[in-house]
């Protein structure tokens, strides 16, 4: 895939948001973010809870208007959704529950005006990809939650977007059903070769699945470090155990606990936490 994962299909730069608050304040969420998606990879982020992963994303999708600096798709400004290109998955999975799994899955395409038989098509087709094609008419109540969030991912996919923004897509998921769904995933986008910007907490969900993890620091978000995952995808099965895996894991917890740790402190001493992470001093 060397080749297709060279140029930019997204890039964030310098990018600030600064939110109100209802009591007036202002929450610095993004602090002059640049980041460049590159065609066709797998990017995850980590970082602290309240660190603007969620706020990134959404800015990266048109969905929220940043406080300055510039989003492009493609090199085109970004100024509102396109989802045409850029679809997004949540981690409730937002399925109708009236609807049957098809027609949840039916949905988006339904809103874009696309006649009935494509969509049906659409729909089966990544209905099967999941491995759902026996539930297309079942209804949500009689799926476990992660078979609820495949039929997201169906739904998504189903809207064909170059890009998929998800947003700890798994995060509500048991241990085991997230590491089956993250190898079906990885399948998945190898058939499809979309371009994923993966919100996620688990480290080793993020160094399973990425090219690159982006660790982002205490509030407010900025880029740490950025580290590459020398592996090719899709991984084999004796990836997750090796030792390129461990330390590429251990690398990330390290990043990522002295973020945490600064993030806590803030929260523990809100007088002090001004400053870049708002970490103790002295
Ligand atoms: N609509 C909003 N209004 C005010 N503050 C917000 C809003 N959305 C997010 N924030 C604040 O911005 C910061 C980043 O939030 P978020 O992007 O959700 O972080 P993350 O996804 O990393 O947990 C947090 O401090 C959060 O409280
Ligand atoms: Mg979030």
């Known amino acids: 895939m060397a080749e297709t994962t060279t140029a930019a299909a997204m890039a964030a730069t310098n990018v600030t948001m600064s939110y109100r608050t209802r009591r007036g304040d202002t929450v610095v969420a993004l602090d002059d973010v640049s980041l460049d998606v ?3 990879e797998f990017l995850s982020l980590i970082g602290p809870s309240g660190c603007g992963k969620s706020t990134l994303l959404y800015i990266l999708g048109g969905l929220r208007k940043q406080t300055s600096g510039e989003v492009t798709l493609e090199g ?23 609807r049957t799994i098809i027609s949840n899955v039916e949905v988006g395409l339904e809103f874009r005006g696309t006649g009935k038989r494509e969509r049906r098509e659409r729909a089966e087709r990544n209905l099967d990809l999941v491995g759902l094609g026996a539930f297309a008419n ?5 799926l476990s939650g992660g078979m609820q969030q495949r039929v997201a991912i169906a739904r998504a996919l ?29 399948r998945i986008l ?3 070769g979309k371009t994923i910007v993966f919100v996620t907490h688990s480290l080793s969900e993020a160094a399973y699945l990425s090219d690159r993890v982006v660790v982002m620091s205490a509030r407010p978000g900025r880029i740490k470090e950025i580290l590459p995952v020398d592996e090719p995808r899709p991984r084999g099965d004796g990836f997750s155990t090796s030792a ?20 806590t402190l ?16 002295g």
């Open 190 to 192: 190898e058939k499809t």
């Open 38 to 40: 590159r065609r066709g």
């Open 266 to 281: 803030a929260e523990m001493n809100p007088g002090q936490a001004s400053g870049k992470g708002g970490g103790r001093r």
């Open 138 to 142: 079942a209804y949500p109540s009689e």
């Open 76 to 98: 085109e400004r970004v100024t509102g959704p396109t989802p045409r290109k850029v679809g997004f998955v949540f981690q409730d999975y937002t399925l109708f529950p009236w």
């Open 244 to 263: 390129a895996f461990n330390d590429l894991r251990n690398g990330l917890f390290d990043l990522l606990h002295e973020e945490v740790r600064a993030a």
């Open 158 to 186: 189903s809207l064909d977007p170059d890009i998929l923004l998800m947003d700890e897509p798994f995060g509500a998921l048991d241990e085991q059903t997230r590491t089956v769904l993250g190898e079906e995933l990885a």
